[in-house]
């Protein structure tokens, strides 16, 4: 059984706003080998349109090898898409999806491969509050924002983790690996 993976970026304070970062190259490794070890991953319409930035940059490199590279495995890794809005997706390792978000996750969980990741915001909140997420893994930048959208807003049941493991940056951003608590 495939595990479904929360990967998000936040901001010391809170926030879940990719505007508001700027990763350094170790920090694009790190998501550069995070989606190479996975078959696919979910997005929102939102996240999904922020991520069509790295499209160009397969065809045309932008000289930086940190932002080449996870341009590549972007593109490469298959895309499933949750909107209401947008009718199709000209990407061709992305498509929207057929089933609504629990049916389409736990079909893919039952499916033999590698993990599932998520991507977006939205959908770790709706996916926090089914019980789907098999783990978290919460890169908390040092920078503070004052105001966005939180990473965990209007969260109906409270939810409790372990901590299974912590990765730490040169430039100062970690990793919190957490597990979801069995209620």
Same mark, same amino acid.
């Given at each position: 059984?495939?595990?479904?993976? +929360?990967?998000?970026?936040?901001?010391?304070?809170?926030?879940?706003?990719?505007? +508001?970062?700027?990763?350094? +190259?170790?920090?694009?490794?790190?998501?550069?080998?995070?989606?190479?070890?996975?078959? +696919?991953?979910?997005?929102?319409?939102?996240?999904?349109?922020?991520?069509?930035?790295?499209?160009?940059?397969?065809?045309?490199?932008?000289?930086?090898?940190?932002?080449?590279?996870?341009?590549?495995?972007?593109?490469?890794?298959?895309?499933?898409?949750?909107?209401?809005?947008?009718?199709?997706?000209?990407?061709?390792?992305?498509?929207?999806?057929?089933?609504?978000? /629990?049916? /389409?996750?736990?079909?893919?969980?039952?499916?033999?491969?590698?993990?599932?990741?998520?991507?977006?915001?939205?959908?770790?909140?709706?996916?926090?509050?089914?019980?789907?997420?098999? /783990?978290?893994?919460?890169?908390?930048?040092?920078?503070?924002?004052?105001?966005?959208?939180?990473?965990?807003?209007?969260?109906?049941?409270?939810?409790?983790?372990?901590?299974?493991?912590?990765?730490?940056?040169?430039?100062?951003?970690?990793?919190?690996?957490?597990?979801?608590?069995? /209620?």
């Amino acid at each position: 059984m495939r595990k479904i993976v +929360a990967a998000i970026n936040m901001t010391l304070d809170g926030f879940s706003d990719h505007d +508001a970062l700027s990763p350094d +190259a170790e920090v694009h490794q790190h998501y550069t080998d995070l989606l190479s070890q996975a078959d +696919a991953i979910l997005y929102g319409r939102t996240t999904f349109e922020l991520m069509e930035y790295w499209r160009p940059m397969v065809e045309k490199p932008s000289g930086d090898p940190a932002m080449d590279d996870f341009a590549v495995e972007m593109n490469r890794i298959q895309k499933i898409v949750f909107s209401s809005s947008l009718q199709r997706i000209d990407w061709a390792s992305a498509h929207l999806a057929t089933r609504p978000l /629990e049916e /389409e996750v736990l079909a893919l969980k039952q499916q033999s491969g590698k993990d599932i990741l998520v991507g977006s915001r939205s959908l770790i909140l709706q996916l926090m509050e089914l019980n789907l997420i098999d /783990e978290y893994q919460i890169c908390t930048h040092p920078v503070v924002v004052g105001s966005g959208r939180p990473l965990f807003e209007n969260v109906i049941d409270r939810k409790t983790f372990r901590l299974t493991n912590t990765k730490i940056f040169k430039g100062g951003a970690i990793i919190l690996y957490y597990a979801p608590e069995k /209620e």
